[in-house]
C-alpha cells in the first residue's frame, strides 16, 4: 500500500442551499456537488474579480466531486470524512447478506478507513459489520453519527412574471441544511492558487439557486487527508465528472466486463449577467464512484478541461467552459 496525501477543502454552510438537478426541479435538491458545477462556480468568480480565464478555462488543477462530512461542531477537530461507496462491488453469498441486502443497498457513503478498504478489494459487508453499528442510514463509519446530519427543508415559493402580465404560480423549493459544522468537502490536486483567489470571492458570492436571497453561502478551511492506496491496480475510480479526452480512450477505459458507471446529463443556466436567461449547451459526463479498466500505480488525471458550452447566440460573447477532467484512484476490483 502507499500513503498518499491530498490537499482537502472544507466547505462549513453559513445557509440552506438548492442545487438543482437535471430536470431543474426546485422540489428535489442535490445533496452533494458535481467537480465540473463547483469548477465552472470557480471560474466565474475569477473573471468576477478581473482575473484573466485560464486557456482553455484550466485553473491549474484537478478537484473532486463535492462530498459530505460530519462534523459535531466547531471545537470538534475530528471531521468525519465520506467518500462515495464505487459504483461496482461484489457482495458475498451469504445468507446475511441476502436478508440484510435492503440495509446494504442503502449505503452510499464511506468513511476513510472503509474507503481504503475497498480500494484494496477487501469485503466491507461482512457479518460484523453488518450485526454491528458500523452501518448508520446512508454512510459506513464506526464513529457514532447523526445519520440525519444533511437535511431537507421544503418550502413553498411565488415567481411573478417581470412584466406582471400573469398571476403569481405557487412552486416548492427543496433547500439543504447541515447540522453543527458538517458540510462538503472535495480535494484539489496541482496548483491551488486561482482555486483559492476564486473560493475567497465564491464563498460570499454563494453556490447553486436562489444566491441572490441568501442561499448557498459557506465558510472554508483547508486541511488534508492521508490515504492508504493500492500500490497498483488495473480499474481507477473516478472521484469526479469525467468526459473523455477521446472515443479510444474511451473504449480502453471500458474495455473489461468488471467496469461499472453511471452518467449525467451537464448543463444548465448561464451565470453572468445580462445572459442569465439562456441555457449553456448540453454534454454527458461519468458521474463519480464509477470504475474504468485503467492501469493505475497512484493519482491519475484524465479527461478533457476546456469544454466550451457557449450556445450559439450573438449575446454570449464569451466561453462557458465545463471541466470533465477527474481525479481517480487506484481500486482493486474482484
Known amino acids: 500500500m502507499a500513503k498518499h496525501t491530498f490537499n482537502i477543502y472544507k466547505l462549513h454552510f453559513t445557509s440552506p442551499l438548492h442545487l438543482g438537478d437535471a430536470r431543474d426541479d426546485y422540489g428535489v435538491s442535490l445533496k452533494s456537488i458535481a467537480s465540473d458545477t463547483m469548477y465552472a462556480a470557480l471560474i466565474s468568480s475569477l473573471a468576477k474579480l478581473g482575473e484573466q480565464i485560464p486557456k482553455d478555462g484550466d485553473l491549474g488543477c484537478t478537484i473532486s466531486s463535492l462530498f459530505p462530512f460530519y462534523q459535531k461542531d466547531k471545537e470538534d477537530k475530528n471531521a468525519v470524512l465520506f467518500f462515495p461507496k464505487p459504483l461496482k462491488q461484489t457482495l458475498p453469498s451469504s445468507k446475511k447478506v441476502v436478508e440484510e441486502r435492503k440495509k446494504i443497498k442503502k449505503v452510499a457513503w464511506l468513511d476513510a ?46 415567481t411573478v412574471s417581470r412584466d406582471f402580465s400573469e398571476d403569481a404560480k405557487p412552486f416548492y423549493m427543496d433547500r439543504v441544511a447541515f447540522k453543527g459544522y458538517s458540510g462538503l468537502f472535495f480535494i484539489a490536486d496541482g496548483d ?15 453556490i447553486g439557486t436562489d444566491r441572490n436571497v441568501g ?10 487527508i492521508e490515504i492508504d492506496m493500492p500500490d497498483a491496480a488495473d480499474f481507477a475510480m473516478s472521484l469526479s465528472s469525467f468526459v473523455p479526452e477521446s472515443k479510444e480512450q474511451l473504449q480502453a477505459l471500458l ?11 451537464r448543463g444548465g443556466w448561464i451565470t453572468t449577467p445580462p445572459n442569465n ?3 449553456k449547451n448540453v454534454i454527458y459526463a461519468f458521474t463519480a464512484a ?6 493505475c500505480d497512484s493519482i491519475e488525471t484524465l479527461g478533457r478541461v476546456g469544454i466550451n458550452l457557449k450556445p450559439d447566440l450573438p449575446m454570449v ?18
Open 290 to 295: 464509477s470504475v474504468f479498466k485503467c492501469q
Open 317 to 334: 460573447e464569451h466561453p462557458v467552459w465545463r471541466c470533465g477532467r477527474a481525479l481517480f484512484l487506484p481500486i482493486n476490483v474482484k
Open 113 to 158: 478507513s472503509y474507503f481504503t478498504k475497498i480500494l484494496r478489494g477487501e469485503q466491507l459487508f461482512d457479518e460484523q459489520a453488518i450485526d454491528g453499528n458500523a452501518i448508520q442510514g446512508e454512510y459506513m463509519t464506526d464513529v457514532p453519527i447523526d445519520k440525519d446530519f444533511i437535511s431537507s427543508q421544503v418550502s413553498p415559493r411565488v
Open 215 to 224: 442561499n448557498g453561502y459557506f465558510e472554508y478551511e483547508k486541511d488534508t
Open 255 to 265: 474495455d473489461s466486463d468488471d467496469v461499472a458507471y453511471d452518467f449525467q446529463r
Open 277 to 279: 436567461t439562456l441555457r
Open 192 to 206: 491551488v492558487s486561482l482555486l483559492e483567489r476564486a473560493l475567497n470571492l465564491l464563498q460570499h458570492e454563494g
